[in-house]
């Protein structure tokens, strides 16, 4: 299984005073060991980098993020993301324009999404994607 880690997730596990308890913590960790490959998108590196405050913490942040593999979204993306957002929409479910982005991007590339965001769950019932759930 390879895995899209949302911003969710990469919050988590780059705190030092969170509490490290969420599964998904341990799976990005355990992936980022070796047992799964891990995508990234310029929009959760952005995410990432707007929530936090320093050169310091900024350029450790671009360094870890340089070693995985960054997939950079095409027009047909952003339309077919439009596409899913709005076939949510019309079934009562509000998608956000960067977690439409991120569920096309798993279509796309065949990905599991890791994420801590249950929102996600609401739009896997009229959007087919990898969405991680615990065992």
Same mark, same amino acid.
């Given at each position: 299984?390879?895995?899209?880690?949302?911003?969710?997730?990469?919050?988590?596990?780059?705190?030092?005073?969170?509490?490290?308890?969420?599964?998904?913590?341990?799976?990005?960790?355990?992936?980022?060991?070796?047992?799964?490959?891990?995508?990234?998108?310029?929009?959760?590196?952005?995410?990432?980098?707007?929530?936090?405050?320093?050169?310091? @913490?900024?350029?450790?942040?671009?360094? =870890?993020?340089?070693? #995985?593999? *960054? &997939?950079?979204? +095409? $027009?047909?993306?952003?339309?077919?993301?439009?596409?899913?957002?709005?076939?949510?929409?019309?079934?009562?479910?509000?998608?956000?324009?960067?977690? @439409?982005?991120?569920?096309?991007?798993? =279509?796309?590339?065949? #990905?599991? *999404? &890791?994420?801590? +965001? $249950?929102?996600?769950?609401?739009?896997?019932?009229?959007?087919?994607?990898?969405?991680?759930?615990?065992?």
């Amino acid at each position: 299984m390879s895995l899209l880690v949302d911003t969710s997730v990469w919050s988590l596990a780059l705190r030092r005073d969170a509490e490290q308890g969420e599964p998904q913590v341990a799976v990005l960790r355990a992936a980022l060991l070796g047992a799964q490959q891990v995508f990234t998108t310029g929009l959760v590196l952005q995410e990432l980098l707007q929530g936090f405050s320093g050169p310091k @913490a900024r350029d450790a942040l671009i360094e =870890r993020f340089a070693a #995985l593999a *960054l &997939l950079q979204p +095409d $027009r047909g993306d952003h339309i077919d993301a439009a596409d899913l957002r709005n076939r949510c929409r019309r079934k009562g479910v509000q998608v956000g324009t960067i977690d @439409a982005l991120l569920i096309q991007l798993c =279509r796309r590339y065949e #990905l599991t *999404l &890791l994420t801590t +965001d $249950r929102d996600f769950e609401a739009a896997r019932r009229h959007v087919d994607f990898g969405l991680w759930q615990a065992a």
